[in-house]
């Protein structure tokens, strides 16, 4: 039945906690050699004012494209020897930077995910490149009519609720997306109340969550 096959795939689901109290949920899975990471970090869009549309989606577009120790160049040189891909969700209610890759590459690309959630670059290269492809984005959205529609009902049913917010930048707004602004939500991401860590694969659980703890186990709680 779907009840028994949902108590199973709940049953191998391995569940940890880091020392600053992120919790850790990790599904062993030897069918294939690609490994998943997902760090989440919840809030989202609705911990922002309507003015910072945008801005979070930024921020975590920055750590896909370097860190304080792995350059643009060099994060792209890496991902395209490995065949690995660092990317990056944000929505309404949480964003997500991702590590998707062969299990062989692991320990060589997991030192760049954690840097780029911790260290994320803020070249001002990079940033024109980030708010390039914003500029890119708005435009083809002002040429769809059901993007247009779609944002002018979110305005209007989201007004003075916690999803007012976008989770992308607007027009009139995106001049608020600066490296400053992303700087200082930074600081207040990395709250280990609002984190918890996800991954799917061939994992040595023990092995993985002590290297969580020596990347992530230090990020203190927001008072």
């Known amino acids: 039945s779907s009840d028994t096959e949902t108590e199973n795939a709940q049953a191998h689901i391995e569940e940890y906690t880091l020392d600053n109290g992120i919790s850790v949920f990790i599904e062993p899975n030897t069918s294939n050699h690609v490994l998943t990471l997902n760090l989440t970090v919840e809030g989202g869009t609705t911990l922002l004012t309507p003015e910072q549309a945008g801005l979070e989606n930024a921020l975590f577009a920055m750590m896909t494209v370097g860190s304080k120790n792995y350059d643009y160049e060099t994060l792209t040189q890496m991902s395209y020897e490995t065949q690995s891909a660092i990317s990056r969700s944000a929505g309404k209610t949480r964003a997500t930077l991702s590590l998707n890759c062969i299990d062989y590459y692991f320990d060589t690309m997991y030192p760049v995910f ?16 980030v708010m390039q492809g914003y500029e890119q984005s708005l435009q083809q959205r002002e040429n769809d009519p059901f993007s247009i529609l779609r944002e002018e009902l979110e305005s209007v049913l989201c007004k003075d609720h916690p999803y007012e917010t976008s989770q992308n930048p607007t027009r009139d707004l995106i001049d608020n997306i600066t490296i400053d602004a992303m700087k200082d939500l930074h600081t207040k991401t990395l709250d ?20 969580f703890n020596a990347s992530f186990g230090s990020i203190p709680t927001a008072k």
């Open 192 to 211: 280990a109340s609002r984190i918890f860590i996800t991954a799917v694969g061939s994992y040595d659980s023990k092995k993985l969550v002590k290297k």
């Open 114 to 129: 954690a840097d780029g959630f911790l260290h994320p670059t803020y070249t001002q290269r990079e940033y024109e490149t």
